[in-house]
C-alpha cells in the first residue's frame, strides 16, 4: 500500500507523514531527502553535471526509517545530516530539474515501496510517480507560516541561518517546483487538501488519520 502526501516547501509534509507512518506503523519514505542526496552527489562533483551523470547510477543509495528518522547512506556513509545543509537546499531545485536525476530516483522509490506499507511525502507523488497510489493527499500552509516553519527547523542545527534567507529560498524554490518542464508540482484532482495555515500540528495528523481509517485501511483490514 501507498499513501502520498505532496505539497509545497514548509507545508509541513514531513513531519505530519512520520507521525502518520508512527500512528499506523507504517513505514515513511521521504523523497526530498532522495533529491537533496542526488544534490549532495552533485556538488561532491563539483556542480559538473556530466561527471554527476556518469557517478549517479554508479552509487549505492541505500534508505531507511528509524526511530523517527529517515537515514541515507550512500556508499556505506551516512549523509542524512549533510543533505539538510543550507548548501544542499540553495541548489537542490536546479538538480531535482534534471530528467535523469528524476527517472532515477522514481525507479529507486518505485522499487522501494513494493514490498511494503508506505507512507511518502514529495512534490510530484500523486501526479508522476504513483499516479494509483491508494490515497494522496495534498498539504497547504501560506507563505508566512511555512517560513516560519522552516527557519524555526533550521536554527536548530544551522544558528547563521536568518529569516529573510529561508523566505528567499522557499519563494525561489516554490517557483522551480510548480515551473519545471518534467513533472512539476501540481495538486493531483483526487487528492484530499488539507491546508494547515490554521491547524495544530495534531489537529493535521489526526484529520489525516482519520481520512485513511475510513478510506484505505478499513478496506484492507490493517490495523490503527
Ligand atoms: O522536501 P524537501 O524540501 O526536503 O525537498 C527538497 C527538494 O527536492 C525540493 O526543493 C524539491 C525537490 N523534490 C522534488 O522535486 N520532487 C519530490 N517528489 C520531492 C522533492
Known sequence: MIIVIDGLSGSGKSSTAKAVAEKLGIQYLDSGALYRVATYIWL???????????????????????DKDFIVHVDGVNVSNKIRKQKVSEHVSIVAALPEVRIFINKLMRKAVKDSNYIADGRDLGSAVFPDADLKFFMEASLEVRAERRFKELRESDDSVTFGQVMENLLDRDSRDKSRKMDPLVKPEDAYIIDTSE?????????????????????????L
Open 44 to 66: 561532491e562533483a563539483d556542480k559538473d553535471t556530466e561527471k554527476f551523470l556518469e557517478i549517479l547510477p554508479l552509487k549505492d543509495i541505500q534508505f531507511e526509517y528509524v
Open 199 to 223: 491547524k495544530t500540528f495534531d489537529e493535521q495528523v489526526i484529520e489525516i488519520c482519520n481520512i485513511i481509517s475510513e478510506k484505505v485501511l478499513i478496506n484492507k483490514n490493517l490495523e
